[in-house]
């Protein structure tokens, strides 16, 4: 069974920073790509970076502007984003995702993360 736990969501002011972090439950961690997706009201869920097995891989959605960073330590099964100069228009629900082959259908989800930045 895989089980996912994200953390580090708050309330933050336009410009500041927020760490996500993801607890993944996985045996073999390595064996899986993560990434990270967001969900605001009214919207679809859209995929904001993704990380390979090996880690040597990684990739953004075009409206990160190179202000994010995802990295995974498989020695302690968790993944983050950094994610700096945060806008308005980032406020979403942080999920974080886990998959055998890919991220464009996941089959595994953590709960969510609320990520509010103000004006």
């Known amino acids: 069974q895989v089980q996912l736990v994200e953390s580090g969501g708050g309330l933050v002011q336009a410009g500041g920073s927020l760490r996500l972090s993801c607890a993944a439950s996985i045996r073999t961690f390595s064996g899986y790509v993560m990434g990270w997706f967001r969900q605001a009201p009214g919207k679809e869920r859209e995929l904001v970076a993704s990380?390979?097995?090996?880690?040597?891989?990684?990739s953004y959605a075009d409206f990160v502007e190179g202000r994010f960073t995802i990295s995974r330590d498989d020695a302690k099964n968790t993944v983050s984003l950094q994610m700096n100069s945060l806008k308005p228009e980032d406020t979403a629900v942080y999920y974080c995702?886990?998959?055998?082959?890919?991220?464009?259908?996941?089959?595994?989800w953590g709960q969510g993360t609320q990520v509010t930045v103000s004006a």
């Open positions: 995702a886990a998959d055998r082959v890919g991220l464009g259908s996941p089959k595994s």
């Open positions: 990380i390979s097995r090996s880690g040597g891989r990684t």
